[in-house]
């Protein structure tokens, strides 16, 4: 009997050249198909894994990392042993030979070829187009370009008012550029809106300090060595520091033109996704199909599903073109579009307006059969509008009511989940990912899901743009009844709103809301007046936000803050004296000395931040006790405060034979800086003047270890219950870096951290690496935030004893009760 085995048949070799969403969507339908068949590579221009190029936007915001946004991680590529090069577009196609060629040099032989190239931002080619300033909106390099601008502030002209437009619009503006958005057209994004749903979205883009010019065409970028202005064609000059180029996309057929490949608008494919090379197919925005091209997603993922089965051996599936619509959240606000809803002869225009919800329906009908609609403000209905216009339902049965939507007086008016349950099972709920109701309850069933992340994981829904949420979360809950317990919720800043602190700082910055009445106003806040937890957080944050136009709210501080001293359990205070860099004087002690005789304070304490406490001041003696201080050239140690405490030092180089450099003096000029300055919370800072680190630099919110090079600086440190030695964030030659750095970094600090959040669980939140590419990777961003750091302290520098002293400030605080009987 024969032992002879055949030998294992040679896998195919599939080369995938685009690692964007079209091309890793046809992979994972093919690995779900034919994980075996092939031994596959992937080609990738970008040095990113794939990500979720629709998420570019809330990244430019600044509300999701990239991290946040990757699809399928490195190790996903591993784990299906898929050879992945980023960094290497490929240049040449070797048809004959069946080969491509990157831009390395490297060649891969394929058997199958998959392009999925994507497309290009249109740069309109007016003079100045080419200029340093001028960017499209297309991938993450684009972000990084735009988040670098918007670190240094200024003017940002968006040319294009289209979803990516006001996307990036949106972004800048919440990042402190002053934007206007310029598009041609008479209507904002004239392709998914009407004029009535345009409008309304252009007045609530204005009402966020957006401003909006129809109408305008740019006849030239203005600049020399880089964008300074745009010029209209009607002579108007817009001041610009950043020019965004987001007029449209055109298909990426540069590889496919230089194959011979047949092109259009685009890379020509048949029903299967087969180019004019038998060997080649294409999927994605490169593509033309049927002379159509398209850019929204569920189209390329529909693709992406038929280039799949035929690479798995399929000879039956077919793509035949994708009827669209749009289920998006611009900046914030939801609309719908689907269908043809331009009207005219034959057609019936079903309109309901509700101004006061911000609200507006458009349903456009003919021949009983829904033609088009546009939604604005509220989108729920959407899908069963767009499930009737796919279906070409007869809709005169329920004509008179069509517009309020399909709840409306049925049993499930009002109940949302009764809607979601009436749906068929082929009702897209994922316009994004091309997910309907059946696929996302059979893997809930099937594979037992019971999160919204899990549905996400397995079947991609509400994993795009995540308007789609709601309607999974129903159908998790109408599937899995009491198993299913809800979703985390974003922790709200208090009890008063659903918001967080992130949301509000947002809404500080985007809104331009300037004082406490203002920002409860616009955010809807549950409660007349607030708590103690919410107003003093938005008292700091309108104090940093608007530097010298924002008035400090007194009554929004603790009692601490409010009398600057510190109130101890019997009802006296104590009270500290600054000390710069823990130096003192002759004349400093005396007046001490004198002070504790002549106000009977009972006890003086040397503090751990080098300074002299004095304990069991009489709160109506505060002001007398200041006014001895100052005259002595003392002022408030701020002992007290959300702000900077203490600039602890050693004696360094000037006596101590250890010490590399002059650690005091140093200290003394980051006092000297800081001091005055208000923080989410309390800020010590330390410079020990060699690494036996004698003033204890590595515990510090800012320490400064000097070395015989230079100055080494370590961040977010803190002692108390739970001790964080702090990482080391950079290491500097001069003090003028250090004393950059430190602004830098204290207002970074100042503008990201939530109230009441120390250094050390805030870097630890962001991450250090964070820190570091905000301040060591990015020289001009790092030398902006110190300039609104200085900026801002030209405000706060103003001794508070020197002017509760002289009577001038809130004398009612220290004035004894009168006496009564």
């Not at 931002?121 to 297309?138: A, E, H, K, N, Y």
């Not at 009207?343 to 911000?358: L, W």
């Amino acid at each position: 009997m024969s032992t002879h085995t055949n030998p294992p048949t040679p896998r195919e070799r599939l080369v995938v050249v685009g690692n964007g969403m079209a091309g890793i969507r046809t992979l994972e339908e093919l690995l779900a198909k034919a994980p075996d068949r092939y031994d596959i590579t992937v080609f990738g221009a970008e040095p990113h894994p794939n990500y979720n190029r629709i998420m570019l936007s809330p990244v430019l915001a600044g509300e999701k990392t990239f991290d946040q946004i990757v699809l399928n991680g490195r190790d996903w590529y591993e784990a299906n042993g898929i050879k992945l090069l980023t960094g290497d577009r490929v240049e040449v196609i070797d048809r004959a030979n069946r080969s491509v060629t990157a831009m390395s040099g490297l060649t891969v032989p394929y058997d199958r070829l998959l392009i999925a190239t994507g497309s290009t931002p249109v740069i309109i080619p007016v003079p100045g187009s080419t200029l340093p300033g001028v960017v499209g909106f297309r991938d993450l390099a684009d972000v990084d370009t735009m988040l670098e601008a918007a670190a240094k502030g200024g003017r940002a002209v968006v040319i294009g008012g289209g979803l990516l437009g006001l996307e990036a619009a949106n972004g800048l503006k919440v990042k402190g550029m002053d934007v206007t958005v310029l598009h041609l057209m008479d209507t904002l994004m004239e392709r998914q809106l009407d004029r009535s749903a345009g409008a309304l979205l252009q007045h609530e883009l204005e009402r966020r300090g957006i401003t909006v010019l129809t109408g305008a065409d740019t006849a030239e970028i203005v600049g020399i060595e880089k964008v300074s202005a745009v010029r209209l064609k009607n002579g108007q000059e817009l001041p610009a520091d950043l020019v965004v180029m987001a007029v449209g996309i055109r298909p990426n057929t540069t590889l496919g033109k230089a194959a011979g490949l047949a092109c259009g608008r685009g890379i020509q494919v048949d029903d299967t996704m087969t180019t004019s090379d038998p060997a080649i197919l294409s999927v994605g925005e490169c593509v033309e199909h049927r002379g159509q091209t398209y850019g929204l997603v569920a189209p390329l993922f529909e693709m992406a599903k038929v280039a799949a089965a035929r690479l798995a051996g399929s000879a039956e599936a077919a793509y035949t073109g994708s009827v669209t619509s749009t289920k998006l959240k611009v900046t914030g606000v939801d609309v719908f579009s689907a269908g043809d809803f331009t009207g005219g002869k034959g057609c019936e225009d079903i309109v309901f307006r509700d101004a006061a919800r911000g609200v507006y329906k458009r349903v456009v009908v003919k021949e009983n059969r829904i033609l088009g609609a546009v939604l604005y403000g509220d989108t729920k209905d959407g899908g069963w509008y767009f499930q009737m216009l796919k279906d070409g339902t007869e809709v005169a049965p329920v004509r008179d009511t069509l517009i309020f939507g399909q709840s409306f007086g049925g049993e499930g008016a009002a109940n949302p989940k009764a809607a979601v349950a009436a749906l068929p099972d082929s009702a897209e709920i994922c316009g994004c990912n091309g997910v309907c109701k059946g696929t996302i309850v059979t893997a809930i069933t099937e594979k037992g899901l019971s999160s919204l992340d899990e549905v996400r994981a397995h079947t991609k829904a509400s994993a795009s743009c995540g308007s789609c949420t709601g309607q999974v979360e129903q159908l998790l809950a109408l599937t899995l009844g009491d198993g299913y317990a809800g979703e985390a919720k974003a922790k709200p800043m208090c009890k008063c709103t659903d918001r967080t602190h992130d949301e509000v700082r947002r809404a500080i910055t985007t809104l331009e809301l300037k004082s406490i009445p203002d920002v409860m106003q616009r955010l809807e806040w549950r409660t007349p007046d607030g708590c103690h937890h919410c107003r003093p957080a938005l008292n700091y944050y309108l104090l940093c936000e608007w530097p010298g136009e924002y008035k400090d709210d007194s009554r929004s501080r603790y009692i601490n803050e409010r009398v600057h001293a510190n109130i101890q359990k019997d009802g006296t205070y104590s009270v500290v004296p600054r000390m710069w860099g823990g130096l003192t004087s002759a004349k400093e002690l005396r007046a001490i000395a004198d002070v504790v005789d002549k106000f009977a304070i009972p006890t003086v304490k040397v503090t751990g931040g080098q300074r002299i406490d004095l304990f069991g001041v009489k709160k109506e003696d505060l002001p007398a006790v200041w006014a001895d201080l100052n005259a002595a050239g003392m002022v408030s140690g701020h002992a007290y405060a959300k702000g900077l405490r203490t600039v602890k030092t050693c004696v360094g180089s000037e006596w101590c034979r250890f010490g590399t450099q002059d650690s005091t003096g140093l200290g003394v000029k980051l006092e000297r800086m800081t001091w005055g300055t208000w923080t989410p919370h309390k800020v010590k800072l330390a410079v020990s003047g060699c690494p036996r680190n004698c003033a204890e630099a590595t515990i510090k919110d800012l320490g400064v270890v000097c070395v015989d090079s230079g100055y080494e600086l370590h961040v977010g440190g803190n002692g108390g219950m739970h001790v964080r030695a702090c990482d080391l964030l950079v290491k500097v030659e001069t003090e003028a870096e250090v004393l950059e750095y430190t602004g830098s970094y204290m207002q970074l600090y100042r503008e990201e951290a939530r109230y009441l959040e120390r250094t050390a669980p805030w870097v630890e939140r962001v991450g250090l690496e964070y820190v570091k590419r905000r301040l060591v990777d990015d020289a001009e961003g790092r030398a902006s935030l110190n300039a609104r750091f200085l900026f801002s302290q030209s405000f706060s520098q103003d001794d508070p004893w020197a002017e509760r002293a002289n009577g001038s400030v809130d004398r009612h605080e220290f004035a004894p009760l009168a006496q009564v009987g």
